[in-house]
T-cell receptor
Framework: AQKITQTQPGMFVQEKEAVTLDCTYDTSDPSYGLFWYKQPSSGEMIFLIYQGSYDQQNATEGRYSLNFQKARKSANLVISASQLGDSAMYFCAMRRLNQAGTALIFGKGTTLSVSS | DGGITQSPKYLFRKEGQNVTLSCEQNLNHDAMYWYRQDPGQGLRLIYYSQIVNDFQKGDIAEGYSVSREKKESFPLTVTSAQKNPTAFYLC?????????????FGAGSRLTVL
């Protein structure tokens, strides 16, 4: 069965510091995709970054990068130079197996608090 | 601007009543999804639809129903059979981006049963 695990319920960081949010996954599919979403207090889910299992390089999008370690089945999100607006809940997700669409399985999330 | 509109944003229901949550998208996406989120939890899939007039159950479909009569619309009905309906409901649709098939989400509807 597929599973996403986020072991950090909450993380605290000061502005301008980097922070790593952990995500481990389990799947039997050799081809898979991993996603990170941000959920501010307003509730809307915002897509941050995507990593395909066959991608040769770790994904990067601005201040976001994904530390993908395939052998360890981990896909940690790294946020560089944290900003106050980064305070939100962050979800790691994986594309589901055996479905024609692209429904995702989500982890339980990590709440990030950025202080000045 | 293109996007997904969910309404109402907040909804209160008495026990035993059915309620319908609206989800409309103007992104021309084929696939649409409904997720439920409880406090401190991740999102769980309720129903999804790949094309018009077709939909499939997700992991927690009991007590819910959907329809997909138009490409743009995917309403969710929370029936009285749903034992614990108080939750945050998110609608999403699929956009293909470099093969990633990124889900675009609406702003959500918060349902409270009184």
């Amino acid at each position: 069965a597929q599973k996403i695990t986020q072991t950090q319920p909450g993380m605290f960081v000061q502005e301008k510091e980097a922070v790593t949010l952990d995500c481990t996954y389990d799947t039997s599919d050799p081809s898979y995709g991993l996603f990170w979403y941000k959920q501010p207090s307003s509730g809307e889910m915002i897509f941050l970054i995507y990593q395909g299992s066959y991608d040769q390089q770790n994904a990067t999008e601005g201040r976001y990068s994904l530390n993908f370690q395939k052998a360890r089945k981990s896909a940690n999100l790294v946020i560089s130079a944290s900003q106050l607006g980064d305070s939100a809940m962050y979800f790691c997700a994986m594309r589901r197996l055996n479905q024609a669409g692209t429904a995702l399985i989500f982890g339980k999330g990590t709440t990030l608090s950025v202080s000045s | 601007d293109g996007g997904i509109t969910q309404s109402p944003k907040y909804l209160f229901r008495k026990e035993g009543q059915n309620v319908t949550l609206s989800c409309e998208q103007n992104l021309n996406h084929d696939a649409m999804y409904w997720y439920r989120q409880d406090p401190g939890q991740g999102l769980r899939l309720i129903y999804y639809s790949q094309i018009v007039n077709d939909f499939q159950k997700g992991d927690i479909a009991e007590g819910y129903s959907v329809s997909r009569e138009k490409k743009e619309s995917f309403p969710l009905t929370v029936t009285s059979a749903q034992k614990n309906p108080t939750a945050f409901y998110l609608c999403a649709s699929t956009e293909s981006v470099s093969g990633a098939n990124v889900l675009t989400f609406g702003a959500g509807s918060r349902l409270t049963v009184l």
